[in-house]
């Protein structure tokens, strides 16, 4: 059974940073592409970033160039979002998520078949 398990979401002042965790079990990270999706309340699902199977190459929402990082650690199965000077628009339940299919990386959801149970970034203004 796979299970992705987020951690580090929490409150934060605008400007602040906060680092998101995805641990994996049933899962080898290193096969497949994984991404971050967020969801803010009334909006739909978003991809935020996404890293390819190896690690190497990586993709951002336009909204998160230059702030947010992804990464992922292939022998700790664990994948990172480091998340920079958040913006109040950052706002939203965070999402692991990880695929079958896709070795590159992509922010479509559809590409996606397994996902956490969420982590809530709340930054004021």
């Known amino acids: 059974e796979v299970r992705l398990v987020e951690s580090g979401g929490g409150s934060v002042q605008a400007g602040g940073s906060l680092r998101l965790s995805c641990a994996a079990s049933?899962?080898?990270?290193?096969?497949?592409?994984m991404g971050w999706f967020r969801q803010a309340p009334g909006e739909e699902r978003e991809g935020v970033a996404s890293?390819?199977?190896?690690?190497?190459?990586?993709a951002y929402a336009d909204s998160v160039k230059g702030r947010f990082t992804i990464s992922k650690d292939n022998a700790e199965n664990t994948l990172t979002l480091q998340m920079n000077n958040l913006k109040p628009d950052d706002t939203a339940i965070y999402y692991c998520?990880?695929?079958?299919?896709?070795?590159?990386?992509?922010?479509?959801?559809?590409?996606?078949?397994?996902w956490g149970q969420g982590t809530q970034v709340t930054v004021s203004s």
């Open positions: 890293i390819s199977a190896g690690g190497g190459i990586t």
């Open positions: 049933g899962y080898t990270i290193s096969r497949y592409a």
């Open positions: 998520a990880a695929g079958s299919r896709a070795v590159y990386p992509t922010l479509m959801r559809t590409n996606y078949d397994y």
